[in-house]
Nanobody
Framework: VQPVESGGGLVRPGGSLTISCTDS????????IDWYRQAPGKPRDLVAT???????DIQNFVKGRFRVSRDNVKNTIYLHMNDLKPEGSAMYYC?????????????WGLGTQVAVSS
């Protein structure tokens, strides 16, 4: 698979934005999807996960503000971000991963930029 992120942009503090992860040529149904973000000069941090079975985990630093969902008909995974803060400015990446016969099969997207600024 080759996931592609989209939907990034400029949003004011306190605003909302939904970004997407999809693959036009391959099904993501069997993949768990992790959303990461990375600001310049900082490590890439895990933000949220949704497994292929729909189990969701949101990291504490965005819990209550961010939500993740998937639409297998549209082959798209969404990260819904509310009450965005300036520290949320980063490149957001999705990672598609699964285990096949004990072997890790994973692929990163190229990211979508989110800027939170007034």
């Amino acid at each position: 698979v080759q996931p592609v992120e989209s939907g990034g942009g400029l949003v004011r503090p306190g605003g909302s934005l939904t970004i997407s992860c999809t693959d036009s040529g391959n099904s993501l149904d069997t993949y768990s999807i992790d959303w990461y973000r990375q600001a310049p000069g900082k490590p890439r941090d895990l933000v949220a996960t949704i497994t292929n079975r729909g189990v969701i985990d949101i990291q504490n630093f965005v819990k209550g503000r961010f939500r993740v969902s998937r639409d297998n008909v549209k082959n798209t995974i969404y990260l819904h971000m509310n009450d965005l803060k300036p520290e949320g400015s980063a490149m957001y990446y999705c990672l598609a991963r699964r285990l096949i016969g004990g072997v890790r099969d994973e692929s990163w997207g190229l990211g979508t930029q989110v800027a939170v600024s007034s």
